[in-house]
């Protein structure tokens, strides 16, 4: 027999070389795996018929005849282990995208470090997020508020009540609108959808949501519900409106007149201090008469009450101190009914003197022609707790001087008596 003895099937070949002089075994050679494999055999026939099962083998394609017996004893102890891994995580993954896996991220990671620790390491400072019922999110958000709108003995609360029963209503609606959804549920398309949905509101109505809106998303990324990725913000419909912009609406001096000397007692003081000091009518729901009259000359507007959180101090002009004289004496809260009290007896004055609706039209006056009359924007918005641009921007030019001068010079005709008042029961 002449060596060497080519086994051929289909495309596969694999060659047997006989024994020699310097070694006295057949050589069975083959390719498999991309790199050239030689086994030895005691005998022809065991060499012919491994070389004949070889090219079956390669011919159907199986390259496993490239591992050696401890390459082979490594592959199934991987498969066992990716098994075993398909079993503990429900996920699948194949040898190769595991090996790949591996180097890749073995490749950034510095000589020395483990790739299980850095692992480790990274998921201590990456928030998991956690399933989370939409509607069960949107109670605990509202149930985390809820003491801000409380207010502690002499202090203000935190948030106001009101602010937050509409901010509880409007992610109520929120979760209704989309029941049995999960807070990872939430797509651009769900936050379009429920802001389109009130479309017959004005825009600053719905800004107001877009803000409850955002402010919720960011607490649910905060708290794990949400990921940090989310991108949610980006939806077309929490893109803030251009409001409806009106131009400044202020009484005029003769309708200030008529609503100071047609008010009640108690009402007349509320008035005054709205339009000859420019303080805001939730700020003068928190006064105390103390704070009229305990610094001379001076309303006192304390951190507490005032809106912005600043405290000022707001000079009595001559106009107001004649107005606010009858009440010198007098104690506890300015105005002792409720805000909607006042609201609806001020329409009801307003319609008795056939006077125009004007929308903060009492403090709106004293701004406009305060700023007319001394043409100097930062002391005009240090008294109103405003900034000097607002006031330029939305009230220069509205008024002249001597219009401003006719408003300050609006003072009782005679002098009124005044009786301390009891308190009286919330409307």
Not at 273 to 293: K, S, T, Y
């Amino acid at each position: 027999m002449r060596f060497p003895v080519r086994v051929k099937h289909r495309k596969a070949e694999a060659v047997i070389y006989g024994q020699s002089t310097s070694y006295a075994f057949y050589r069975l050679a083959y390719r498999a795996g991309g790199k050239r494999v030689v086994r030895s055999f005691s005998t022809y026939g065991e060499a012919k018929r491994e070389a004949e099962k070889a090219v079956r083998e390669l011919a159907q394609g199986n390259q496993t005849l490239a591992l050696s017996p401890k390459e082979a004893t490594d592959a199934l102890a991987i498969r066992d282990a990716l098994d075993a891994f398909r079993r503990e995580t429900g996920r699948t993954i194949t040898a190769l995208q595991a090996v790949t896996s591996y180097l890749d991220a073995a490749k950034l990671l510095p000589p020395g470090h483990n790739l299980a620790d850095a692992v480790r390491g990274y998921l201590r400072t990456v928030a998991v997020v956690r399933p989370k019922p939409l509607a069960e999110a949107v109670a605990e958000f509202i149930a985390a508020r809820a003491p801000k709108a409380v207010a502690q003995p002499g202090k203000r609360p935190a948030l106001h009540p009101t602010y937050v029963k509409d901010t509880t209503r409007w992610l109520n609606e929120l979760a209704t609108m989309f029941p049995g959804h999960h807070v990872s549920d939430l797509t651009k398309d769900h936050l379009n959808r429920y802001i389109a949905s009130h479309a017959k509101l004005s825009p600053k109505s719905r800004n107001d949501r877009r803000g409850t809106l955002r402010l919720f998303l960011r607490w649910c990324v905060r708290n794990d519900y949400l990921s940090p990725s989310h991108r949610l913000l980006e939806a077309d419909g929490l893109s803030k409106e251009a409001l409806d912009t009106a131009p400044i609406d202020y009484y005029r001096p003769g309708e200030l007149r008529a609503l100071l000397e047609g008010a009640p007692d108690q009402m007349r003081a509320v008035i005054a201090l709205q339009g000859l000091a420019g303080l805001r009518l939730e700020e003068v729901m928190r006064l105390d008469w103390r704070d009229v009259f305990g610094i001379p000359g001076h309303v006192e507007v304390s951190s507490s009450k005032s809106k912005t959180r600043q405290r000022r101090l707001v000079e009595i002009c001559p106009a107001l101190a004649q107005w606010l004289e009858p009440y010198g004496g007098t104690e506890g809260k300015v105005w002792m009914q409720t805000l909607s009290g006042f609201v609806q007896a001020l329409a009801a004055l307003r319609q008795s003197l056939k006077n125009p609706s004007r929308r903060n039209g009492l403090r709106h006056g004293f701004v406009t022609f305060h700023y007319a009359l001394h043409a100097n924007e930062n002391l005009t918005a240090s008294l109103a707790g405003n900034t000097p641009a607002m006031v330029h921007a939305h009230y220069k030019g509205l008024a002249t001087k001597k219009e401003a001068e006719a408003w300050f010079a609006v003072t009782p005709e005679r002098p009124a008596n005044v009786v301390a008042l009891p308190a009286v029961a919330a409307l």
